[in-house]
C-alpha cells in the first residue's frame, strides 16, 4: 500500500509525459511534405492517377519555379510581366512527395473546375486573357494544360462548378455573371448563357457576398445553391426555382468575400424510396465586415438542413473557433473536416488577421452539443488563397496562403506561403492499425454501373467486427477560396460481411442506383471498419 501511494506520483508524472503524445495522435499529426512548391496553392485537385494538379495565377510576377526547357510565356495583355519564365501550375505527385512545373498560357486566377466522366480535369475560366478560356488536363505522365479557346460564352472569375448526370458540367455566377452555362455544350448554347436572378437577388452592394456558390446536386437531380445567406433548389434544365430554402439564422453572409464553407453531409441508405439530403454551412463574416476592413470577429456557427424535408429548417451548433475561410472537407469516414482560415476579417487582399491553426473535426451523428472535436495546431497560416484536398491514403494536402496582389515573402505578418503541408487524421494513429482495412478487390481503376453489385474483400490485421463495416465513395472535388466543388461522399448499401479465415472478409456491396445520387466519373472506394477507413481505390461509374 505505502509503496503504491509512494509511487503515485511517479505514475503521473509518467502519465504527464505521455499523454501529450497521446493526445496528439488523437488529434491528427501535421506533416511538412515541401518547403517549396515554387507557387502559391490557390485552386487543388486530385486526379485518378494520385497526382494534384496545383495553380495560382499568372498575373502575380515572378513565382519561384522556372519553367523547364527555357519556355516562356509572352503576352502583350499581360498586366504584370509581358514575359514570364516561371511557372505558374504544378503537378504534385502524392506517392513520391515530387513535383513539377506546368505550363498554363492564360490567367487562371480565382477560376474553377471539374474531374468529368473520363477523369480528365476541365477548368474553365479565370481573369483577363483567360477569363473565357476552358482547359483540359489528362491524367497521364507528363502531360500539361491544354488550352481550348474562348469556349465560354461569358467570363467567369469566381464561378461554382459542379459535375452533372449527364457528365457535362455546370459553370454557375462569378463576378458581374448573374448566369449559368454548361460545358460540352449543346448546338443552342453557344450564344448566350442562361439566367439565374436569385444572383442578382443575393448580390450584397459594395461586398456581393455570393461569389463562390455552394452548390450541391440533390438527390432529385436538381442543384440546392447556397448563396449570401439562403438557398435554392433549382432546376437547372429549365431554369426554375423549384424552393426558397429558410435563410441562415442570423442573417449574416457566408459566401465570397464573407467566406464561411458548405459541404453536402455523407449521403446514407441509398436504396430507401427518398434518399435523404443535408447541407452544413459554417463560418463566415459578419454582414458589412468586409467593407469596414476593421477585421472583425468571423462568424462560429454551423447551420445544417435536411433539403430533401419538405419543412425544412436550420439547426445552429457552435464551432470551438471563429473561422472565416475555413475549408471542409468531408473525410472517408464520413467526419467533416474544417481546416485552414483566420479568425478576424474576410477574403480579399490584406482583409484577415489571426490564422485559425487547428483544425476541427466535426462528427455528424454526434450528440448535438459534443460534435466538434479540436485537432493539432500547425505553425502555418492558411488564410486567404489557401486550400486543402483529401488524397488517396487519407491525408489531407494543404498548401497555399497569400493575402497580397504580388509574392511577398518578407517584411510583411503573413509572407506568401509555398509550403506544402499533409494533415493526417486521428484515422491514420498507428493506435488503430489493428482496425485498419486492406482493400484486396476490386482493383484500382475497376469499372462499377449504376444499380450494380461489387464483391469487396478487404483485410484487418485484427479482429472483425462485421456489424461496423461499411463502405464509402468519394468524388474529388476541384478546391479553391474554400470550398470544394464536386464533394460527395455516399454510404454504399451492403449485404452481410462475410469472414474468410480470421481477418479477411468480404461484403457485397451495391452501387448507387442512379447518376442523379452519383454522376459518372471517377471515385475513391474505401472500406471502413469501426470509422477507421482503408486507403482508397479508384473505381470509375458510368
Ligand atoms: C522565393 O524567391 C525569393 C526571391 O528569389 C526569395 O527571396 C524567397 O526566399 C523565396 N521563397 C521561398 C519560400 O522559397
Ligand atoms: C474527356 O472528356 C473531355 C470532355 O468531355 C474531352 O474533351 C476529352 O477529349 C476526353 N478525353 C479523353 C482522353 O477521352
Ligand atoms: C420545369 O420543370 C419542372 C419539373 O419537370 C416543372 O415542375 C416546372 O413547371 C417547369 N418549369 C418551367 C418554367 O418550365
Ligand atoms: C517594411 O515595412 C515597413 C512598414 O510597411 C516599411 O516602412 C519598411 O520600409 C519596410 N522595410 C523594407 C526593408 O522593405
Ligand atoms: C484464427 O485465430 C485463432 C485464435 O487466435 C487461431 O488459433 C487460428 O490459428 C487462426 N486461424 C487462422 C487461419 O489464422
Not at 461586398?207 to 456558390?213: D, G, R, T
Not at 473561422?323 to 464520413?334: A, E, H, S
Request: one cysteine or more; hydrophobic letters at 40%.
Amino acid at each position: 500500500m505505502k509503496t503504491t501511494l509512494l509511487h503515485l506520483p511517479s505514475i503521473i508524472f509518467l502519465l504527464s509525459l505521455t499523454l501529450p503524445f497521446l493526445s496528439g495522435a488523437a488529434n491528427g499529426r501535421w506533416q511538412l511534405l515541401q518547403k517549396s512548391i515554387g507557387i502559391v496553392a490557390m485552386h487543388m485537385q486530385l486526379l485518378n492517377n494520385d497526382r494534384v494538379i496545383i495553380f495560382d495565377r499568372t498575373d502575380f510576377g515572378l513565382s519561384n519555379l522556372t519553367l523547364p526547357n527555357g519556355r516562356c510565356r509572352h503576352d502583350p495583355t499581360e498586366k504584370a510581366l509581358k514575359t514570364d519564365c516561371t511557372a505558374h501550375s504544378v503537378e504534385y505527385d502524392v506517392a513520391s512527395n515530387t513535383f513539377r512545373a506546368l505550363f498554363v498560357q492564360t490567367d487562371v486566377w480565382c477560376s474553377s473546375g471539374s474531374a468529368v466522366a473520363n477523369g480528365t480535369l476541365i477548368q474553365t475560366g479565370g481573369f483577363s486573357d483567360g477569363e473565357r478560356k476552358v482547359r483540359m488536363f489528362l491524367p497521364c505522365n507528363n502531360c500539361d494544360w491544354h488550352e481550348m479557346g474562348n469556349a465560354l460564352v461569358t467570363r467567369r472569375w469566381y464561378s461554382t462548378n459542379h459535375f452533372l448526370p449527364d457528365g457535362r458540367q455546370i459553370i454557375i455566377g462569378g463576378r458581374r455573371q448573374y448566369n449559368y452555362e454548361f460545358h460540352p455544350k449543346k448546338q443552342s448554347e453557344y450564344k448566350n448563357p442562361y439566367l439565374l436572378p436569385f444572383l442578382v437577388q443575393t448580390n450584397d452592394k459594395g461586398a456581393e457576398n455570393n461569389l463562390y456558390p455552394f452548390v450541391f446536386l440533390n438527390v432529385d437531380g436538381n442543384l440546392f445553391i447556397f448563396a449570401n445567406n439562403r438557398a435554392i433548389l433549382f432546376n437547372y434544365r429549365n431554369g426554375s426555382v423549384l424552393r426558397t430554402y429558410p435563410e441562415i439564422p442570423g442573417g449574416d453572409p457566408r459566401c465570397y468575400p464573407s467566406t464561411g464553407s458548405a459541404v453536402l453531409l455523407p449521403l446514407r441508405n441509398l436504396e430507401a424510396p427518398c434518399v435523404e439530403a443535408e447541407v452544413l454551412v459554417c463560418g463566415g463574416a459578419p454582414r458589412g465586415a468586409f467593407q469596414r476592413r476593421l477585421f472583425s470577429p468571423a462568424l462560429d456557427s454551423c447551420a445544417r438542413i435536411k433539403i430533401t424535408d419538405p419543412k425544412a429548417t436550420w439547426t445552429v451548433d457552435t464551432m470551438p473557433r471563429r473561422r472565416v475561410m475555413g475549408d471542409m472537407l468531408v473525410l472517408p469516414n464520413g467526419d467533416v473536416l474544417i481546416i485552414n482560415g483566420a479568425h478576424l476579417g474576410t477574403a480579399g487582399w490584406e482583409n484577415a488577421k489571426k490564422p485559425v491553426l487547428e483544425p476541427v473535426i466535426y462528427k455528424p451523428n454526434g450528440l448535438v452539443g459534443s460534435r466538434f472535436v479540436l485537432q493539432c495546431a500547425t505553425r502555418i497560416p492558411r488564410m486567404y488563397h489557401s486550400t486543402a484536398v483529401l488524397v488517396r491514403d487519407g491525408r489531407v494536402i494543404v498548401g497555399g496562403s497569400n493575402p497580397h496582389v504580388k509574392y511577398v515573402f518578407s517584411n510583411v505578418t503573413y509572407p506568401t506561403e509555398l509550403r506544402l503541408e499533409a494533415f493526417s487524421p486521428y484515422y491514420l494513429d498507428p493506435l488503430y492499425s489493428h482496425l485498419r482495412p486492406v482493400i484486396v478487390s476490386p482493383s484500382s481503376h475497376a469499372s462499377m454501373r449504376h444499380g450494380e453489385k461489387l464483391r469487396m474483400v478487404f483485410e484487418v490485421n485484427g479482429r472483425v467486427v462485421p456489424e461496423l463495416v461499411t463502405a464509402t465513395m468519394l468524388a474529388p472535388p476541384f478546391n479553391t477560396h474554400s470550398f470544394s466543388m464536386n464533394q460527395r461522399l455516399l454510404v454504399l448499401s451492403r449485404g452481410k460481411v462475410r469472414s474468410r479465415g480470421n481477418s479477411s472478409c468480404e461484403v457485397v456491396v451495391t452501387a448507387p442506383s442512379s447518376p442523379l445520387l452519383a454522376p459518372p466519373g471517377f471515385y475513391l472506394l474505401f472500406a471502413v471498419h469501426q470509422d477507421i477507413p482503408s486507403e482508397g481505390v479508384w473505381i470509375r461509374m458510368h
